[in-house]
Nanobody, 121 residues
Framework: QVQLVESGGGLVQAGGSLRLSCAASGSISSLSALGWYRQAPGKQGELVASIISGGSADYADSVKGRFTISRDNAKNTVDLQMNGLSPEDTGVYYC???????????????WGQGTQVTVSS
């Protein structure tokens, strides 16, 4: 069982930066992928960025070039550096970890409690 706790959200003006951090209670090295999702008011949840165990990252088109995801297996953390923030980035950001059970394909999802990011215009 892995527990995830996010931190680093807050209020920032448009054009500013924030760094979100997700700390895992257990080892993240066994997790197949880690990611950040956001839930904006009135909108469907969106996968913002993800990173697999090998280090390859993927981003939503809306954040490419502005956000950077990174993971530190030694510290059991996954961070999201967000630059050039706009009001459209406002939402609750959730850390997600996926564990794929070998030979079964069964996927376990772990979620943090979420952290609020508000970008003012």
């Amino acid at each position: 069982q892995v527990q995830l706790v996010e931190s680093g959200g807050g209020l920032v003006q448009a054009g500013g930066s924030l760094r979100l951090s997700c700390a895992a209670s257990g080892s993240i090295s066994s997790l197949s992928a880690l990611g950040w999702y956001r839930q904006a008011p009135g909108k469907q949840g969106e996968l913002v960025a993800s990173i697999i165990s090998g280090g390859s990252a993927d981003y939503a088109d809306s954040v490419k070039g502005r956000f950077t995801i990174s993971r530190d297996n030694a510290k059991n953390t996954v961070d999201l550096q967000m630059n050039g923030l706009s009001p459209e980035d406002t939402g609750v950001y959730y850390c997600n970890g996926k564990l794929v059970v070998p030979l079964t394909g069964i996927t376990h999802n772990y979620w943090g409690q979420g952290t609020q990011v508000t970008v003012s215009s």
